[in-house]
């Protein structure tokens, strides 16, 4: 009876941990495929449960956090939003809390490095292909660009590459930490691969990951700290600056749009646009917002058109993790949603004082980039961004004892 029982758990595991070890490359095969992957992980996560009678996974302050604001994104959806994609999309958001658990726990029973090591060749994989259209213009796959100065890869015509980049680049590049100078160099690497995808936002949250890792992970003295974080900074600004397109991407782009919008001028481009749009929806619906995925639609309405800038503020989301929070599930969901990851980072943060575990602090500071405000951002409910942010929760909550796992 007993050895039946170790084989049921050996074939869960197996299975579970395949899944798990499939998500980087589901990810970059789209929205259907990584809907399927999360499903697969949560089912066999929820019979697991169910079988071994383990409901106190869910007996925790966050899980009740999460409840409350999926209740609420629903009941807003029906009371406030004005179409049906907008409660299907808030239905929808109870896997992103399962998947994390999901990973939670199985990194908390499994070997973690097993996973992450999977995921590096991955990551290796991708970084080396996002190299080679660098060169001949087009990807191994034969995917090429249609915007100028930005790598597709595996994309294709998606071109959010970027965003894959900064949401595996701290959990696999860390692996190689203790290999001395082998380390370095690897960021080094990485860091010149952030850069050629062409995407502004995305390198830059890469480069504060650097900055934070360096800084509190990195156990070299404070001297070596600083040196090699100027090193960075050399070594990027060369690399931009040798490159016709990257240079237009990075500094005229600048110049141009991002560095009036900072200095307070009114500019015509479209991030600047989104952003006055959705302050103008959250003054509008300041406690309830517009329901999720709804920004699409309320933003093309005659009374929102050229808001502050005369130029035109539509468009499928604001492009600011914060603003969308705000115009889309308003002072009340911010509120809650904000208070679970500063609940997580509390406990977090105090668990890595105790324990220097380095996965937890990789998945710490993820977050924190995440949030980081003004930065240009995907949309954090899109399936392809939320997959990746919650992969990472995920490693936070099941490196820590903010919930009981075992």
Same mark, same amino acid.
Not at 165 to 193: A, H
Not at 217 to 226: G, M, T, V
């Given at each position: ?39 697969? &992980? ?32 629903? !009941? ?10 907008? !409660? ?12 994390? @658990? ?17 995921? $590096? ?15 001949? $213009? ?12 930005? &790598? ?10 970027? $965003? ?38 995305? #390198?830059?949250?890469? #480069? ?13 003295? @404070? ?7 100027? !090193?960075?900074?050399?070594? =990027? ?70 808001? $502050? ?61 995440? #949030?980081?405000? @003004? ?6 409910? =899109?399936?392809?961004?939320?997959? &990746? ?13 903010? &919930?009981?796992?075992?």
């Amino acid at each position: 009876m007993k050895a039946d029982r170790d084989n049921e758990n050996n074939i869960f595991n197996k299975i579970i941990f395949y899944l798990i070890c499939l998500l980087p490359i589901s990810i970059i095969a789209g929205s259907l495929v990584i809907n399927i992957n999360v499903i697969l &992980i949560i089912l066999f996560f929820l019979i697991e449960i169910i079988k071994k009678n383990k409901y106190f996974v869910f007996n925790n302050y966050i899980v009740l956090l999460f409840i409350i604001y999926y209740v609420y994104l629903i !009941l807003s959806s029906i009371l406030i939003a004005e179409s049906d994609e907008s !409660l299907l999309r808030s239905i929808g958001v109870i896997r992103y809390l399962l998947l994390s @658990l999901s990973i939670a726990y199985i990194i908390k029973n499994l070997d973690q490095k097993k996973i992450l090591y999977f995921w $590096g060749i991955i990551f290796l994989i991708v970084s080396f292909d996002i190299l080679f259209e660098y060169i001949f $213009g087009e990807n191994i796959l034969g995917y090429k660009s249609g915007y100028h100065g930005r &790598i597709a890869s595996f994309t294709g015509d998606e071109l959010n590459i970027g $965003g894959y980049y900064f949401g595996f680049f701290l959990l696999t590049s860390v692996l190689l930490i203790k290999k001395n100078y082998l380390f370095p160099i690897s960021i080094l690497f990485f860091l010149f691969i952030s850069i050629i995808i062409g995407e502004r936002a995305n #390198f830059l949250k890469v #480069f504060l990951l650097v900055t934070f890792l360096f800084l509190f992970i990195y156990k070299i003295s @404070l001297k070596k700290k600083i040196a090699s974080i100027i !090193l960075f900074s050399i070594f =990027t600004v060369g690399i931009i600056a040798s490159d016709e397109k990257l240079s237009g991407r990075f500094y005229t782009q600048f110049q141009q749009n991002d560095l009036k919008f900072f200095t307070g001028i009114k500019t015509r481009t479209p991030h600047y646009s989104h952003y006055i749009t959705s302050i103008k929806i959250f003054k509008d619906y300041p406690l309830f917002g517009i329901g999720i995925k709804n920004f699409r639609n309320i933003s093309h309405k005659k009374e929102y058109h050229g808001t $502050g800038t005369g130029s035109y503020g539509g468009g499928p989301h604001p492009h600011q993790t914060h603003l969308e929070l705000l115009s889309e599930t308003g002072l009340i969901g911010y509120f809650i949603l904000i208070s679970i990851f500063i609940y997580s980072l509390y406990f977090g943060i105090r668990e890595y004082v105790k324990s220097k575990n380095i996965f937890l602090a990789c998945s710490i500071i993820f977050v924190l980039v995440t #949030f980081i405000p @003004l930065i240009p951002s995907g949309s954090f409910f =899109t399936t392809y961004t939320a997959t &990746i942010f919650w992969i990472n929760y995920g490693f936070l909550l099941g490196n820590s004892k903010i &919930i009981n796992l075992k």
